[in-house]
T-cell receptor
């Protein structure tokens, strides 16, 4: 079974631009979560989607948004990019959103560099 | 709010040495606890988990016991290998949230020398 895939793997943008990252969960998984990883702030939760609905949202500005499609694939969008948005963006999928029991499987991430 | 604190790295060990990476947490209720590992250039892989007090998670020679009295979930391995070199993250899931939101510690880099 294929793992979580994220595209693109690497991305370079300039300040003020916007970017869209894509995540395809493991087949059959319906919950997708996004995390931002930076050297300074570590791993921080962005948001979680299940059945095309956002279930949880982390403490990030409104420039960060996401969505989930009927096939469970998810996208996240960052508008008006800032230098501080440079990070590794990780996507994770699980069968259902039950943090206590469900194992989340992470993708390799998209590394975004904002110049 | 919830938080996870890990010992800062890097931790440098010789092959076959004993490993301990400390992890303590703050949360209301009874969170589930996880250890994830990140190899260079890769995403996170679940190493082990424990969902209730006194549970012991184990995998690939690594172990961690959920200690509610000390709010800890220390990672141990009896004999490390060079291939264990990676960054290790302790994490918890919010017991008051039915979703998958994880709170991570800062990560501990392990370097194992031959």
């Amino acid at each position: 079974k294929a793992g979580v895939t994220q595209t693109p793997r690497y991305l370079i943008k300039t300040r003020g631009q916007q970017v869209t990252l894509s995540c395809s969960p493991i087949s059959g998984h319906r919950s997708v979560s996004w995390y931002q990883q930076t050297p300074g702030q570590g791993l921080q939760f962005l948001f979680e989607y299940f059945s095309e609905t956002q279930r949880n949202k982390g403490n990030f500005p409104g420039r960060f948004s996401g969505r989930q499609f009927s096939n469970s694939r998810s996208e996240m969008n960052v508008s008006t990019l800032e230098l501080g948005d440079s990070a590794l963006y990780l996507c994770a999928s699980s069968l259902i959103p039950s943090g206590r029991q469900e194992t989340q499987y992470f993708g390799p991430g998209t590394r975004l560099l904002v110049l | 709010g919830n938080s996870v604190t890990q010992m800062e790295g890097p931790v440098t060990l010789s092959e076959e040495a004993f490993l301990t990476i400390n992890c303590t947490y703050t949360a209301t209720g009874y969170p589930s606890l996880f250890w994830y590992v990140q190899y260079p250039g890769e995403g996170l892989q679940l190493l082990l988990k424990a969902t209730k007090a006194d549970d012991k998670g184990s995998n690939k020679g690594f172990e961690a016991t959920y200690r509610k009295e000390t709010t800890s979930f220390h990672l141990e391995k009896g004999s490390v290998q060079v291939s264990d070199s990676a960054v290790y993250f302790c994490a918890l899931s919010d017991p008051n949230n039915a979703g998958n939101m994880l709170t991570f510690g800062g990560g501990t880099r392990l370097m194992v020398k031959p």
